[in-house]
């Protein structure tokens, strides 16, 4: 067969598979609808079965097809990775259908797209906190389920975004040092202090938490060394307890070489 029959074929196939596709669009029949929605979700056209299951889902969603049509739509925006919408459609899934067949992966997807669709630790990490909410709320509903283990991963991952954004902030407060001074005692520097100390509440089993530490102890340490006579001792004895605690939970710590520089400086101090 010549190449250009077999293009007037294509060609004549895909006029009739877009035929066929408006006409049922243009349909009143949801049987029909849903059923081609379907078809077109199973040959990966999920763009297609979406756009009919939208104009059906208001007319159908407390009737028997609405559940599978709902969960439909949502595979289909997550097919399509546009995972914000797949997360609001599978959310609208198991809190319409709480006892649904799907109410488990619903909640579990649900989850996980808003995890796939969380930005980098720089932006705003609206989506970071919905994913943990809900996989720690898919947790406590299924602590059996198969994708236990996948949400705990997923959840400590997220937590750690978290933690490391918090980290650029410590470090952004120690770098400013003494500039742009905030208008209270230690400035920046007890900024610092106070955001690394949240961030080890905050994120207990961090990845991060030995970088919390190092940079708490480095503050208090500039903090002292800058402060009048009669404060300099008791707060380089509060820099001596960062540091014992520092090696305690991490005696071959990455910092270690340059915290014990700042212990020797403090004994000098404390001596004289």
Do not use: W
Request: glycine share 4%; net charge neutral; with cysteine.
């Amino acid at each position: 067969m010549k190449s250009g029959n077999i293009l007037l074929i294509i060609i004549s196939l895909l006029l009739l598979s877009c035929g066929e596709y408006n006409k049922v669009l243009k349909s009143t029949d949801y049987n029909t609808k849903l059923s081609y929605a379907k078809t077109c979700f199973e040959q990966g056209k999920f763009s297609r079965a979406a756009t009919l299951l939208e104009d059906m889902i208001p007319i159908i969603r407390n009737t028997a097809k609405g559940e599978e049509a709902l969960h439909l739509i949502a595979q289909c925006y997550y097919n399509m990775k546009d995972y914000q919408t797949a997360a609001e459609y599978f959310k609208s899934y198991f809190t319409s259908y709480p006892t649904g067949k799907n109410a488990e992966s619903a909640h579990y997807l649900s989850a996980y797209s808003l995890y796939l669709n969380s930005p980098n630790p720089q932006l705003d990490q609206t989506d970071t906190y919905k994913s943990i909410r809900q996989f720690q709320t898919f947790l406590d509903l299924y602590p059996t389920s198969e994708n236990k283990e996948s949400a705990q991963t997923a959840l400590f991952e997220l937590q750690d975004k978290l933690a490391y954004k918090e980290l650029l902030s410590v470090k952004l407060y120690y770098n400013l040092g003494e500039y742009l001074l905030i208008p209270f005692p230690g400035g920046n520097y007890l900024s610092c202090v106070i955001t690394a100390q949240n961030a080890i509440r905050d994120y207990p089993f961090s990845k991060y938490r030995e970088d919390f530490m190092y940079y708490m102890l480095k503050s208090k340490y500039e903090i002292a060394v800058k402060s009048v006579d009669e404060k300099k001792e008791y707060r380089y004895r509060d820099v001596v307890d960062e540091y014992f605690s520092y090696i305690n939970e991490f005696p071959e710590g990455k910092y270690l070489k340059e915290i014990k520089k700042f212990y020797s400086n403090i004994e000098k101090e404390l001596n004289n």
